[in-house]
């Protein structure tokens, strides 16, 4: 059975609410950046045909979409998330088509994932790490699920190091992505974006924690002026590192 502690409890309720427009809202508040921004987080993963890949906090399943098409009809996708109003929309915006793995949709928890050690050949994570309850033991987590020598790529907001791409950032938030939301009666669900920002660690603070729970490499890559960025980590093969515990 899934179980989720009471903050979790209250993330996945925000989510449910807002999956029946969660892709339209991406699409309007990126100007539809967030599709290439996707695509390079698959990039980065590699995965390769055949493989069995996981997409974590996959929400309505972009990402696992593009690793079906990256895998083939050989491979394996699993779209994970603890929002079962996410995963029902996942379920039905996925075609099936020529040439694509099939995706199974599974309701999981990012801090205790169903999966055995070494399933996975890639991963990746899109929006989800700043959204989970605790960084380090869902990093460690991915580290366990993943294959030696696999790569995962976590793709997320983050907060610019330059004073006035940040100063943007905030009145976007402010002044366009909050009241695009009210349209919909969920300005209080997306107001929940600044702060969780402000909460979030930085890129180099996050290259630590990869490192902590055993991923090298490990390199942070900002885009789109650094509001977003792409974590990039690698499972080391068998022998050469272990995650060092809790921090």
Not at 111 to 120: G, I, K, Q, S, W
Request: aromatic fraction near 8%.
């Amino acid at each position: 059975m899934l179980t989720i502690d009471p903050t979790a409890a209250s993330i996945q309720t925000l989510f449910n609410r807002i999956a029946p427009v969660y892709d339209d809202l991406n699409q309007w508040l990126s100007l539809g950046q967030h599709k290439i921004w996707k695509q390079m987080a698959v990039n980065w993963a590699r995965p390769h045909p055949g493989a069995v890949v996981l997409d974590l906090c996959c929400g309505s399943g972009d990402l696992a979409q593009l690793l079906a098409q990256a895998v083939g009809d050989q491979g394996q996708v699993i779209g994970a998330d603890f929002s079962s109003a996410q995963l029902a929309i996942a379920r039905q915006r996925y075609l099936v088509l020529p040439g694509r793995s099939p995706i199974t949709w599974t309701e999981a928890d990012a801090l205790a994932l169903p999966f055995a050690d070494h399933t996975f050949d890639a991963a990746t994570m899109g929006y989800g790490l700043r959204n989970v309850t605790d960084i380090p033991r869902s990093l460690r987590e991915l580290y366990r699920v993943l294959k030696p020598g696999a790569r995962a790529a976590i793709l997320d907001l983050h907060r610019p190091s330059n004073p006035m791409v940040s100063a943007f950032q905030q009145w976007y938030l402010a002044m366009v992505v909050v009241p695009m939301a009210e349209h919909w009666h969920l300005s209080e669900e997306y107001a929940y974006i600044a702060p969780s920002l402000e909460k979030f660690p930085t890129g180099t603070e996050q290259l630590h924690l990869a490192k902590q729970a055993g991923f090298t490499p490990a390199v942070h890559y900002p885009i789109a002026g650094g509001t977003m960025g792409v974590l990039v980590i690698t499972k080391p093969a068998s022998g050469v590192a272990q995650p060092s515990g809790d921090i």
